[in-house]
């Protein structure tokens, strides 16, 4: 996350304000991500260079809030929630779907669970 990397999470913020070749890729994967979920029925919108240029300045904007306040709550699930209302999701699901995510990070993942285990036994015995 940004708050764990600030050094990545300014480069971010400084690229999507410039019309580099960085903000391009970011901009590429965005417009990916937009189809993918346009074609699986998941978003209701018509792609256009505003809805990306928006969808960017959200993402920007976001990063920003975490890297200057980084223990302000949510500001990832906010961010998010602004952009898939951006993207035709109603404000019901996208709490659903943010909640979701802010529950699944929350988790550690079997791998990390492992790991921890392991090391908790070797420091025990």
Do not use: C, Y
């Not at 940004?2 to 480069?11: D, K, R």
């Not at 580099?20 to 260079?49: E, L, M, N, W």
């Not at 959200?58 to 302000?72: C, F, N, T």
């Amino acid at each position: 996350s940004a708050a764990a990397e600030p050094e990545w999470g300014w480069l971010i913020v400084e690229a999507l304000g410039d019309l580099g070749t960085f903000h391009d890729q970011i901009s590429r994967g965005i417009r990916k991500d937009v189809a993918i979920g346009i074609a699986q029925g998941g978003f209701a919108v018509d792609p256009s260079d505003l809805l990306f240029a928006s969808l960017l300045s959200v993402v920007s904007v976001g990063l920003r809030e975490r890297l200057q306040h980084p223990k302000a709550p949510d500001v990832e699930g906010r961010a998010a929630q602004f952009v898939l209302r951006m993207l035709g999701v109603s404000a019901a699901a996208a709490l659903k779907k943010t909640e979701a995510a802010r529950k699944r990070r929350a988790k550690p993942q079997r791998h990390e669970r492992k790991s921890k285990v392991r090391t908790v036994r070797r420091l025990t015995n």
